[in-house]
């Protein structure tokens, strides 16, 4: 187990924190550790009611690409995963989101980042109309999970929560 001696913030952004954070490990030894402190996010498959599932595409400008993705969002300080979940499906995808089934929650890099990644999956609800953040420019598409899952063996879709939930969709014959 390690304890943490002194944490120092080095940044502080508008989506993360970064601190370097001395810690001392069970056999006393000191070390450094750099931390980036992340609010987390939410991510949903959701299906359409044609049976096909929403993904968007954007460019992800740390990855240097465009990027196929199920539909997601970061989350504000202290709010709960569930709402936001819904609240980015208005955003993004312009519906309302009914039978919610929330899966848990992965982790996308445990070596440096407190970031985790609420796993949901929904029904297309009422469309509401699409209300993007002005910096986003997101591109929707619909996609069987047949489509999917090529496009990830073919590496068409690369991003980590993608590729979980499709996991627990396969696993619950959705």
């Known amino acids: 187990m390690e304890s943490k001696v002194k944490s120092t913030e080095i940044y502080d952004g508008k989506v993360v924190r970064v601190f370097l954070d001395e810690?001392?490990?069970?056999?006393?030894?000191?070390?450094?550790?750099?931390?980036?402190?992340?609010?987390?996010?939410?991510?949903?498959a959701l299906k359409s009611?044609?049976?096909?599932?929403?993904?968007?595409?954007?460019?992800?400008?740390?990855?240097?690409m465009d990027m196929y993705e199920f539909c997601a969002g970061k989350l504000e300080k202290d709010e709960d995963p569930d709402e936001a979940i819904v609240r980015e499906a208005g955003e993004e995808l312009g519906v309302k989101v009914n039978d919610l089934k929330k899966y848990g929650y992965m982790v996308p890099t445990c070596g440096y980042s407190s970031e985790r990644i609420y796993l949901y999956y929904g029904k297309e609800g009422e469309y509401v109309g699409q209300h993007l953040d002005t910096d986003e420019r997101i591109?929707?598409?619909?996609?069987?999970?047949?489509?999917?899952?090529?496009?990830?063996?073919?590496?068409?879709?690369?991003?980590?929560?993608?590729?979980?939930l499709v996991y627990y969709l396969k696993g619950d014959n959705l």
């Not at 810690?23 to 949903?44: M, S």
């Not at 591109?139 to 068409?156: A, H, Q």
């Open 23 to 44: 810690v001392r490990l069970d056999d006393g030894t000191l070390t450094k550790r750099e931390v980036v402190r992340h609010n987390g996010g939410a991510c949903i």
């Open 49 to 64: 009611k044609r049976g096909t599932y929403y993904m968007v595409r954007q460019y992800r400008y740390a990855q240097g």
């Open 139 to 164: 591109n929707v598409y619909e996609f069987t999970l047949e489509e999917i899952e090529k496009m990830i063996r073919d590496g068409r879709i690369t991003d980590a929560k993608t590729i979980c």
